[in-house]
């Protein structure tokens, strides 16, 4: 963590934007580890791409932001396209996905189906 804040002084803009690119790696960790729960058939079925693509997509997108954070540098246009990539999963994929077969053993369901 020593190239983060390195010998010098960094403004409070160079904190701002760490913390940003520091939320940003959170969302794609999640999104990442959501794709990884849902079940495979649930992609096509809601008429998404498949689980193998988003994975890669978001595994990207991880590494992309895992670096940002690591080497303390905002590196542009690969960051947001990063951040983009685990927004777009969380908010258009995620809820048809979930509403097409949720995780395995969800809430609301047991043995024989819904409560």
Do not use: Q
Not at 1 to 29: D, N
Not at 33 to 56: E, H, Q, S, V
Not at 96 to 114: A, D, H, L, T
């Amino acid at each position: 963590m020593a190239s983060i804040f390195g010998s010098g002084v960094m403004s409070p803009l160079f904190y701002f934007f760490f913390a940003l690119t520091v939320v940003g790696f959170a969302v794609e960790a999640w999104a990442f580890i959501d794709a990884l729960t849902r079940p495979k058939a649930a992609y096509p079925a809601a008429g998404k791409l498949t689980k193998t693509i988003w994975l890669l997509i978001l595994g990207v997108a991880l590494v992309v932001g895992a670096f940002a954070v690591y080497s303390g540098s905002l590196i542009g246009f690969l960051s947001v396209a990063a951040f983009v990539a685990a927004a777009v999963y969380l908010v258009d994929v995620r809820p048809k996905v979930k509403e097409m077969g949720g995780k395995r053993g969800g809430s609301g369901y047991g043995p024989y189906g819904p409560w």
